[in-house]
Nanobody, 124 residues
Framework: QVQLVESGGGLVQAGGSLRLSCAAS????????MGWFRQAPGKEREFVAH????????YYADSVKGRFTISRDNAKNTVYLQMNSLKPEDTAVYYC?????????????????WGQGTQVNVSS
């Protein structure tokens, strides 16, 4: 069992930065790959970024590549999403999720555990 709690969301102007954190409970955190997803009002939840259990492999949606960076600290049971050069279209609720191990990291259904989400608002 893994419980996930996101934090770090808020209101920022376009071009600004935010760092999201996702704190996990449970001793098995380091055995999970982790992902970030987001959901804007009226839209489906979409893949943002993924990191392997070791942190050695990362993947990003094309819409955030070069602006967002996913990282993790297994000693702190935490995964991060550094978001730079934010745009109004990045406005959404951001969720972290635990992936027990799948090549389909972009696919929502492979994730076993989800956090409650943190709101990010980017003003123009």
């Amino acid at each position: 069992q893994v419980q996930l709690v996101e934090s770090g969301g808020g209101l920022v102007q376009a071009g600004g930065s935010l760092r999201l954190s996702c704190a996990a409970s449970g001793r098995t955190f380091s055995s999970y790959a982790m992902g970030w997803f987001r959901q804007a009002p009226g839209k489906e939840r979409e893949f943002v970024a993924h990191i392997s259990w070791s942190g050695g492999s990362t993947y990003y949606a094309d819409s955030v590549k070069g602006r967002f960076t996913i990282s993790r600290d297994n000693a702190k049971n935490t995964v991060y999403l550094q978001m730079n050069s934010l745009k109004p279209e990045d406005t959404a609720v951001y969720y972290c999720a635990a992936d027990p191990g799948s090549s389909k990291y972009y696919y929502i259904d492979v994730y076993t555990y989800w956090g409650q989400g943190t709101q990010v608002n980017v003003s123009s």
